[in-house]
Nanobody, 123 residues
């Protein structure tokens, strides 16, 4: 069964850091693009970042540029989202999703979605 599983969420104070992990099972991440998304209560889902397959091209939402970094470790079949200088507005459920090849323009083109991990930024 092909699936991705997120981990690493939690409660952190403003200005703090978290690293989220997206682990794949049932397939090799090398050939897949991975996107990170978030959805806060009452808000639409937002694509936070994406990393393409072999060329490693990355994209970021303007709201997280300079604070979040996406990376991949193909040996561990895992993609990470390092989140620094967290703000209360970063509070959301964070999801990862996979699609074969490059980061697509439309979110519905991602094929495999995780269940999400909660990130709460609060003092």
């Amino acid at each position: 069964q092909l699936q991705v599983v997120e981990s690493g969420g939690g409660l952190v104070q403003p200005g703090g850091s978290l690293r989220l992990s997206c682990a794949a099972s049932g397939f090799t991440l090398d050939y897949y693009a991975i996107g990170w998304f978030r959805q806060a209560p009452g808000k639409e889902r937002e694509r936070v970042s994406c990393i393409s397959n072999s060329d490693g091209v990355t994209t970021y939402a303007d709201s997280v540029k300079g604070r979040f970094t996406i990376s991949r470790d193909n040996a561990k079949n895992t993609v990470y989202l390092q989140m620094n200088n967290l703000k209360p507005e970063d509070t959301a459920i964070y999801y990862c999703a996979a699609v074969f090849g490059f980061c697509p323009s439309m979110d519905y083109q991602f094929d495999y979605w995780g269940q999400g991990t909660q990130v709460t930024v609060s003092s």
